[in-house]
């Protein structure tokens, strides 16, 4: 069985981070090791939370997986909340990194135009300097235009894309995939580059008028765990898509819903099903 480390905080309530990436990698059958840089009540758009900091764990964390021999067939980070983090992260990558680990990196900082809050653009060009490292790295637009230092364009065509996709592989990733791509109102998908063997891909399914938080969460750890099933990354991408969209698609006809998160649980065993195919 694969065994995959992922680093992120863990916000009691409010389906993101650790609360999302937790089950949906255990239903892809692999093991999920985890290592929270935070215990938060709730993620940071809730109106109160608390925030019990972990920072100084990281390193114990990381050098103890390293005595004890513990590998990883991939790290795959989330939501990092300040440049010390940043630090750890990077230095736990080159201790922790086995032979063929593969290296995801969610930049988690931003969404429609705008940094969540309590990040800078300074920190984004650090999250940069970190998805330099990276075997496969997933922002959304926003997080990208901040990484780059380029203003935000929602009003992109193919080939603006194209040359994002690239600019940010100059970071020193192999790959990138741009999150919450649609060239005509009907779809959304994901575009990605392979700088290794200079190839395009794009995969898009139905675009529902609907935007809830946590569906990047959702993203990261689904591809993250159809990799690590044997899916090429191009076909994890599409597994992730198609996971996402029918977790927007219960999470719209729950009449009860809570203000909060998307219903990835009553996904699952439609995702359990999607890993069997390409
Ligand atoms: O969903 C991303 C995320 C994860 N963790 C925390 C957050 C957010 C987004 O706001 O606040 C603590």
Redesign the pocket.
Same mark, same amino acid.
């Given at each position: 069985m694969k065994r995959i480390l992922t680093v992120?905080?863990i916000?009691c309530v409010g389906r993101?981070?650790l609360t999302v990436a937790l089950p949906i990698i255990s239903a892809a059958g692999v093991e999920a090791g985890i290592l929270p840089t935070?215990v938060?009540s709730t993620?940071?758009?809730f109106k109160k939370f608390t925030f019990c900091d972990l920072t100084g764990e990281i390193e114990k964390i990381s050098e103890t997986f390293k005595e004890l021999d513990l590998d990883f067939d991939a790290i795959y980070t $989330?939501?990092l909340?300040s440049f010390e983090q940043l630090k750890l992260v990077s230095e736990l990558f080159d201790r922790n990194r086995a032979e063929n680990c593969q290296i995801v990196i969610d930049p988690?900082m931003a969404d429609n135009g705008k940094l969540?809050p309590g990040f800078t653009p300074e920190f984004a060009k650090e999250m940069a300097k970190l998805c330099g490292k990276a075997d496969l790295i997933v922002p959304n637009l926003t997080e990208a235009s901040f990484m780059l230092d380029i203003p935000y364009n929602p009003d992109y065509d193919e080939d603006y894309i194209k040359e994002l996709l690239k600019k940010l592989c100059t970071l020193g990733c192999r790959r990138a995939a741009l999150t919450g791509i649609s060239f005509d109102k009907s779809k959304l998908g994901v575009y990605s580059y392979d700088s290794e063997t200079d190839e395009f891909f794009y995969y898009a399914n139905d675009y529902l008028p609907v935007s809830y938080?946590?569906t $990047?969460?959702i993203y990261a750890s689904s591809l993250v765990g159809a990799m690590m099933c044997g899916h090429s990354v191009n076909s994890a991408l599409k597994v992730a898509v198609d996971f996402t969209l029918e977790c927007i698609k219960l999470t719209m006809a729950d009449e009860n819903r809570r203000t909060y998160g998307v219903n990835f649980e009553q996904a699952l065993p439609y995702y359990i099903e999607r890993l069997k195919k390409d």
């Open positions: 992120q905080d916000s993101c981070s935070a938060l993620h940071t758009m $989330g939501y909340g988690v969540y938080h946590g $990047g969460d």
